[in-house]
């Protein structure tokens, strides 16, 4: 890895985010198709989401909940538009249908499983799926760096091989790129920062590194492997002598596994707690998806939303 670039790091924050969502409402507010709209806590940020302009929420499910429960917790649903489908599984197809269609923008999960709204979006008739690979980027938050940062894939593809892996790539820099990170910097992770061809991680880092290099892979300066703490930590990477325009000011970090991320994504959450913010979204298809978990919180959701609702709106 040789110095190529100044070591200059984005500022992007969720604040901005969710100023470009409310600015791009302006011309279109994105339409956001929920399947099983009839939950507490979805219902309560998508009507925070309408409210602050960025999102104009299409609510599948049972329309006599959804209606109680926003009553209840003195909820307006002004700018939401309601259809009656208890079904959970109709309900999933019926969302998945409107953003395949067009009428609506983004697809998002409420009160129903993973798989049967990731069922209906693999449709090849109603759902969302393209011709290219669909992955998960978790856009990170930490006060230690004051800037946002992705990671992928976290969570749709379990063990990508290398078509995978270099598809998820471009996925995470089109969604960086979106939101606002110019040439976003790409970290390779494996648990080394050297090729060692015992281990796939390393030798599927430098493969996708060199073909950045050759322009197979344009938008972004890609490099790796690098072990975490020198593709986040200016100190780190000096003291280990790896010198790259990405060791320690990296923009995206791509893991080689879904329980990586899995467990990457859950230890910021749980153990860094409120010094971390995160969203997450699901690109690859016709139209952003957002299917959080159900332990996210409140903050995730919105950003979550405001997120998606931006890259509704940008060139695929």
Do not use: W
């Amino acid at each position: 890895m040789s110095s190529q670039a100044k070591k200059k790091v984005s500022k992007v924050r969720f604040k901005d985010i969710i100023m470009v969502a409310r600015k791009v409402s302006r011309s279109h507010t994105p339409r956001v198709a929920v399947a099983g709209a009839h939950d507490p806590v979805v219902l309560d940020v998508l009507c925070d989401a309408a409210g602050q302009g960025f999102a104009a929420p299409l609510l599948y499910g049972d329309e006599s909940k959804i209606q109680r429960m926003a009553a209840r917790d003195r909820l307006s649903l002004k700018g939401c538009d309601i259809v009656d489908v208890p079904d959970s599984t109709r309900s999933a197809r019926m969302a998945a249908e409107a953003a395949s269609s067009g009428e609506a923008d983004v697809l998002m999960k409420g009160n129903v499983t993973t798989a049967t709204l990731m069922k209906a979006a693999l449709d090849g008739e109603i759902g969302i799926k393209t011709d290219r690979l669909m992955s998960h980027v978790a856009i990170l938050e930490s006060e230690n760096f004051k800037r946002i940062m992705f990671m992928s894939d976290g969570g749709i593809v379990i063990e990508p091989d290398l078509s995978q892996k270099i598809e998820i790539v471009k996925n995470a820099i089109r969604v960086a790129t979106a939101l606002g990170v110019k040439t976003p910097k790409v970290a390779m992770l494996s648990c080394i920062e050297v090729v060692n061809t015992q281990m796939k991680s390393a030798v599927e880092a430098a493969i996708i590194s060199k073909m950045a290099e050759r322009g197979q892979i344009p938008g972004a300066i890609v490099d790796g492997p690098f072990a975490l703490d020198n593709a986040v930590s200016v100190e780190a990477a000096k003291q280990k002598g790896v010198e790259s325009p990405v060791a320690g000011v990296a923009d995206i970090l791509i893991v080689g596994h879904a329980d990586v991320g899995n467990v990457f994504y859950k230890t910021l959450t749980y153990f860094c707690g409120k010094q971390t913010k995160t969203a997450g979204v699901i690109v690859g298809g016709i139209v952003p998806m957002v299917a959080v978990s159900r332990a996210d919180t409140y903050e995730a959701r919105l950003n979550s939303i405001a997120v998606a609702c931006v890259l509704s709106q940008s060139p695929a």
